[in-house]
């Protein structure tokens, strides 16, 4: 049983931690020492209260102050814990336990996140070590009993289960990884009985359920196996994948409204679901529902292109609604990746032929069967494409497949029941936006945006130091513009007709100043920063032309024209319709847009080499335009100069995402979420 199969026991292990807090600092200390127990006590009232990400920003303070406590370290490690930062928390227990190796509960935090990150050897050492000192601990013996299953210690982890369950009889959990265990050994009676063994001592074990329901399912008991989902739901009914399991259960007992009708609700519940919507779609092409069928395919295939069986299955349904163009692109698109797969060949001379194209198709037939007479003669030598095509669906889908599933129907792949942890919520409120598990937030993955001189300030949370540089500090205390002058995160806009009104005013006083006297640089920069806010690039970008031309080193202008080129460029492209000559000329202008604002960017650095915004926008540019290898250093650049730069740390992930570099992707957005970066952790969730 993977420990992700358990992590509904984390809130006792947090219950656990909790009673050391009381056992701080006593007075007489210095001020300094002050503050920092300070900052940790309110930390740990934040974490009590489920805002691990303000927390984070709290321990960061304190390891600041004291960086020779263990303290910080070891709730930091908890807090990134419960936002799945498991690589982040087992970091953070290391440099615990460097401070003090005899903190127990270190070792048991650690131990868990290396199970979680898969390293269940490790985990087990660390859970022998808190044995040492505690030898009847429930979660040392339980944890650690569950990862000897894990690296398949089967002998070693029947005698800590026993061990367990004879200091702690009435523990539920320990039954129910026991069965889990047992399962996995091939003993199902025995399994059942543990499973059974638990429910009887709580009948709220969500996990317990879903297991007993696997095992009935696999005997075709579809009735237990459906009372025993049923419980399920009833006990975690906004859990999407119970219902989308429910309903291979009602499909396999005959029930296809029933099984139409969990799917609908799975996608009501979490639209995006891509097993629940690929089965839908296969559901409804069983019962002949072509036209919605296909488009439930199609909806599968936006957020996963390389949906083999998708792309496959639409282009059998085009064929069967004689949509013989349509199924001829997808079958294409099929062979231009595995050119070994016959059946796609077929399919594309079934295409030809309702087009009339009797030649081409007996060009596609001719091609499959040569594929497969090849094979016939020489298997190993002239290998079809369905074992490449495994292997690539390993790869993008590993935890969705079995260990061998090439003559496995579809539907059993997407239906397989799984042991899932209980519901997770984030407990989002209105106005509290970062409270809670962050990492079940669905957020869009994009770079953090530029940053751009702006009237308006962008309000970043948990931000904890001013976007100021000097020449722009420079520029507010000397009061040269009429308005306070930001850098912000992208582009804010006046937020209500007031502000919009002011925006409007400026422009109009700095053009009549301007029409009756000598204008300066710093006018034609204000003018310009008005018409940032209202969305008017063509005259802002020639505004900022004359700034410079005035004065080639105002640095601050230079930063305002380097992002406003790349808005304005993306605007334009926005705007352009895909596979229009407009959207070609566009995608020109983008990339001399990009190389006009790398120059302005340079000019700044030229002038403050320390300027991290700098090197920060110039490192978006260069991603946009598909240069990751410059991306990557120059977000390196502005991390050197700001070591506490999270937006950088987070830009720099993605970079290596795109990359191919998970290791250094996964080190870097677990920095930028420490940092108070809020998408990180759910990225991080995602990668897994």
Not at 107 to 134: C, E, P, V, W
Not at 406 to 413: P, W
């Amino acid at each position: 049983m993977k420990l992700r199969n358990i992590v509904f026991l984390l809130p006792r292990l947090t219950a656990m931690v909790a009673v050391a807090l009381g056992c701080m600092a006593s007075p007489g200390r210095a001020a300094a020492q002050i503050d920092a127990e300070q900052v940790m006590r309110i930390g740990r009232n934040v974490l009590s209260m489920e805002d691990y990400m303000l927390a984070i920003q709290y321990f960061n303070q304190a390891i600041k102050a004291k960086p020779y406590l263990s303290d910080p370290y070891f709730y930091r490690a908890l807090a990134k814990l419960n936002l799945e930062d498991y690589k982040g928390a087992e970091q953070d227990c290391s440099a615990a336990l460097q401070r003090n190796k005899f903190k127990a509960e270190a070792y048991k935090l650690r131990g868990f996140a290396r199970q979680n990150l898969g390293l269940d050897s490790l985990a087990i050492t660390d859970y022998d070590m808190g044995l040492d000192y505690y030898p009847l601990d429930k979660y040392f013996l339980f944890y650690k009993a569950v990862a000897q299953t894990g690296v398949k210690r089967y002998e070693g982890a029947d005698s800590t289960f026993a061990t367990l369950l004879r200091a702690y009889p009435g523990f539920e959990e320990g039954y129910e990884a026991r069965g889990r265990m047992k399962a996995l050994r091939g003993d199902t009676a025995a399994a059942l009985a543990d499973i059974d063994k638990a429910l009887g001592i709580s009948k709220t074990l969500v996990n317990a359920r879903l297991m007993r329901a696997e095992i009935e399912a696999r005997r075709q008991q579809w009735d237990d196996a459906l009372a025993d989902m049923d419980e399920a739901i009833k006990l975690s009914p906004q859990e999407t994948s119970f219902y989308v399991n429910r309903a291979f259960l009602r499909y396999n007992n005959d029930d296809y409204f029933g099984a139409m009708s969990d799917y609908n609700y799975a996608l009501q519940l979490e639209p995006d679901n891509a097993a629940a919507r690929f089965n839908r779609a296969l559901l409804r092409y069983e019962v002949k529902d072509l036209d919605r069928s296909a488009a439930d395919f199609s909806e599968v295939l936006k957020s996963d292109p390389d949906n083999f069986h998708a792309r496959f299955n639409r282009g059998l349904i085009n064929l069967d609604r004689k949509k013989f163009r349509e199924a001829l692109a997808d079958f294409q698109a099929i062979v231009a990746r595995y050119p070994k797969y016959y059946p796609a060949l077929y399919g594309i001379a079934e295409a030809r032929q309702g087009m009339g194209d009797f030649r081409g198709a007996m060009q596609s037939v001719n091609e499959a069967e040569n594929l497969i007479r090849k094979y016939v003669r020489n298997p190993e030598r002239n290998p079809l494409d369905r074992p490449a095509i495994a292997a690539a669906e390993s790869n993008d889908r590993g935890s969705l497949r079995d260990d061998d599933e090439s003559d496995i129907d579809v539907m059993d792949r997407f239906n397989k029941l799984v042991t899932v942890s209980a519901s997770s919520e984030s407990r989002l409120s209105y106005g509290d936006k970062i409270k809670g598990q962050v990492q079940n937030r669905d957020v869009r993955v994009e770079l953090e945006p530029m940053y751009a001189v702006s009237l308006f300030d962008s309000k970043e949370a948990l931000r904890s130091r001013s976007n100021y540089f000097r020449e722009l500090d420079d520029l507010n205390r000397e009061r040269w513009l009429p308005r306070t002058v930001y850098l912000s995160a992208g582009f804010p806009s006046p937020s209500d007709e007031t502000l919009i009104s002011s925006t409007f005013r400026l422009i109009e006083t700095l053009t009549a100043s301007m029409n009756e006297g000598e204008s300066r640089p710093v006018d034609y920069l204000g003018r310009a920063l008005a018409y940032l806010a209202i969305k008017n690039f063509d005259d802002a970008l020639a505004d900022l032309d004359k700034a410079i031309e005035s004065n080639p080193g105002f640095t601050v202008a230079l930063m305002a024209r380097g992002a406003a080129r790349m808005a304005a460029s993306a605007l334009n492209a926005a705007t352009a319709e895909p596979g229009s000559d407009n959207a070609i000329l566009e995608s020109r202008r983008r990339q001399a847009a990009a190389v006009a604002a790398i120059a302005d960017f340079d000019e700044a650095l030229r002038l403050n080499p320390r300027l991290v915004y700098a090197w920060f926008d110039k490192g978006n540019v260069f991603y946009s335009i598909g240069d990751y290898t410059s991306a990557i250093q120059c977000f390196s650049e502005a991390i050197g100069i700001n070591p506490d730069f999270g937006q950088a740390y987070f830009n720099r992930g993605l970079t290596y995402l795109r990359n191919g570099n998970k290791s250094q992707a996964f080190a870097d957005l677990s920095k930028a979420g420490e940092l108070g970066v809020l998408p990180s952790y759910n990225l991080l969730k995602r990668m897994k």
